[in-house]
């Protein structure tokens, strides 16, 4: 629930550009040794007798543990005038259990090194803390207990409903999320998916009862998977578990609503007078994970627009200079997925950035790339992999993406292998077959009166003329 | 060639043996100063170069120039052409990153443990030299302009409380300018200044290169003296005063945002000198007052009163309580309603700060701020894969020499008396010590009902 900048600042995101000229006489780079084996952490999976899964990862050295209890609750589970029920749901949620205050749930997650965030998406509502490794048992206990008997007590409702409407105003006075909301409705326009943002009258009408109502509907241990990674005593830690969940005995099955998401183009100018730069958003309803063009949609997306050297990025940032962190990224739901390039651009070149940025799809359409491109993406995704395994928080995300997509183990055990297989021409079909330019949904938040004209060529679906 | 060994400095009396970072520091005769820490979790590793270069200290007509150099270390080098630092590290699996902060500039990656060579041999090639062109320049300063724009200008709150705050609680310029730069300035900016800043603080004399990760350190050291060992050191200009006065009377500053809906108050105080008990003891108020739900501000100002929904803040928020080196601020923020006034947050702030002015912390809150410093201080040293311990053994290469001083953190909290912590609250947490900055709304809000 972050609204504002990272701790680390100014730091240099996105970087690219073509090598100018390569001069005789440099040096090459030294290549380095042979590449160490990677095997992702090795995990135990069971399932208590109520239904509800366990993953245990022992990982790494420095003595901290992650607890997270991944719940199949989230903005889905809203109906059409309950948008961030979940959400204020998650927050009543740390205010205090059955038999602990709140402030004591606080001050006992601290006391162990811990904190402890309840976060709600589109799918899950995700219960977590870290914990210092010697009180791993105590926190799945603590965790536990913030899961099952939350009091939602009826005395914090209107702070946290002023809260709410207090993120809400504030979310929606930047610019990027009144693009995310609207790019959200474009696509999904009968779906929760779609529904990013409430209204002020909507959060102002729920009652307590709406809250228990929606935790009763959605908590159980049908609907729960808790992952524990890091430094632990896995006796102690298995017990701890047994011990705090055996007795869940509410039970609900996921609630299945995959998205039949809009297709066609669509186009929306929202007016930000006196705006420096234009937000764009630039994308479509694409495949999802399970689908076998995913990975190959993967290596397109890293070489288009997804990665610090990739296409939109090297043209509109190292060579034009139009904006300063622009990138593209696959972002995905239970069973579903859309493609979006989104870029805050100099307000005066908002046209043009837009045609760069179908030059680059048409181009990677109509031309697969080198051997020697795809290669470095290739290589570049293969590390990341790494690195997205080598965390305790990490290690859980892709655990827990397998787990909700119903990918299987071997998604993970297969991936580079699967990733080093995507050939020149593949890159080309997935982008040809999935990223249409005239079924694009184009959203801009801009200054209207200065970007109008440059962005007319966008208001229809004729790709001919962008 | 000096060569130190890490000696564990546990002073733990009480509670699990801290957690010990294997370190070995060294110099080269050129001065480069080298620490390598070796952790075999994953196959990866992270190179780290530190120069001992700011924002503070960039010119006085050019603000905004330390960060704008920072941008023109990725346009090219004698054997790297534009982008084609980038493109190594990313085609060799790894990624990158560079940041400008109050005392240094880093440049790090992580790749795969196979890549440590050809890491160092790219670091060392920029160390040993730009090759940029007036094309990169232009091109660098549009996209500085647009990052400018993105986290500052085109936002409500932009520089909330990150950039504003230093800029009033200050006073001397080079800690109170604006360090993301006037765009007049950055556009200002020369081929000429870049390569004299470039020639005065991008010399092996004063950088630190961290190593982190899955590497042999015999290799490791035989790469760091064949490719950073023939870099000669350059004469720098001497330092200025980067010392503040001690603050006598509280400040007062507001500033109207015409893109915010809602009003935000933050308030600093000048932090101790850095390494002193006090400043320990700072330390440990943050975790008591500040930090997590369980904080004493948290506890007053979100749960009993309802005044926000987040108190946020810290020591440096532009890095960790560790990595700088010069006058700082521990600074609290927060976003309100307009029918909140600033004076009755303020009110409200000062009867949990001065409760620990009066008299000293109980026993049991010392010890939870000494968990929690202990946690958040590993979050540190494992942030992002090895970049976060590489972060304070760099920094501490560079402005203390000794990065073993990693492992005698969780000691000097451990020192600290409830004692301490009352006389250095009444010491630095006094009002005319502090700064006070609201953020107004435009005269007339306009309420967002909905879509």
Known sequence: MKMFLPRSIIAIVVLTAFAIHAEVGKQTPPAGGPPKPFKVPPHQDFTLPNGMKVTLVPYGDIPKVTVNVIVRSGNLNEGENQVWLADITGDLMKEGTKTRSAEEVAKEAAGMGGAITVSVGPDQTQIE??????????????????????????????RLKKDAVRKMTIDLSQPRNVARQHFAKLLYPDHPYGRLYPTEAMLNSYTIQDVRDFYATNFGALRTHLYVAGRFDPTALRKAVDDAFHNWSRNVEPKIDVPKPKSGHAFELTDKPGAVQSTVFVGLPVLDPSNPDYIPFLVMNALLGGSFSSRITSNIRENKGYTYSPSSTVSTRYHDAYWVESADVTTNVTGPSLKEIFYEINRLENEPPTAAELKGIQEYMSGIFVLQNSSRTGIINQLNFVELHGLGDQYLQTYVQKVNAVTAEQVSAVAKKYLIPGQMKIVVVGDKEKIAAQVKPYETGDAGSY | MALLFAISVSAQQKGPAAFHVPVEYYKLPNGLRVALSIDHTAPTVTVAVYYHIGFRIEPKDRTGFAHLFEHMM??????????????????????????????????????????????????????????????????????????????????????????????????????????????????????????????????????????????????????????????????????????????????KASKVDPQAQRPALAFAYHMPKRNTPEYYAMGLLDQVLLQGDDSLLHQELVTKRGYTAEVEGGINLLGNMYDYDGPMLWIVDLYHDQNITPDGIMQAANSVIDSVRNKPLDQSTVDRALVKLRSSLYSEIENFFGFGRADLLASFALFDDDPARINTLEAQFRKITPETIQKTAQDYLRPTNRTVLTVETKPVATDNKGQ
């Open chain 2, 74 to 251: 990725f346009q090219g080098s004698a054997n790297l052409g534009k982008m084609e630092f980038i493109r190594l590290v990313q085609r060799n699996g790894g990624v990158l990153n560079g940041s400008t902060r109050f005392d240094f500039t880093n440049y790090f990656e992580v790749v795969p443990s196979n890549k440590l060579e050809t890491m160092l041999w790219a670091e060392a090639d920029r160390m040993h030299g730009l090759a940029v062109t007036q094309d990169n320049l232009t091109n660098q300063q549009g996209v500085v302009s647009n990052e400018v724009k993105v986290n500052v200008l085109n936002r409500p709150y932009g520089g909330f409380p990150w950039l504003d705050m230093p800029q009033y609680a200050n006073t001397n310029w080079y800690n109170a300018h604006n360090f993301y730069g006037d765009l007049h300035d950055i556009e200002a900016a020369t081929l000429q200044d870049v390569q004299t800043f470039f020639q005065e603080y991008y010399t092996p004399d004063n950088a630190a290169l961290a190593i982190v990760g899955d590497f042999d350190p015999v290799e490791a050291k035989a790469f760091v003296l064949r490719y950073f060992g023939p870099i000669p050191p350059t004469k720098r200009p001497p330092l200025p005063d980067i010392s503040e006065p001690v603050q006598d009377q509280e400040k």
């Open chain 1, 129 to 158: 803390s870290d914990a210092l490794s010697e009180f791993g048992p105590q926190m799945v206990a603590l965790l536990a207990d913030v899961t099952e008997n939350p009091l939602l007590p009826e005395s914090e409702l209107p």
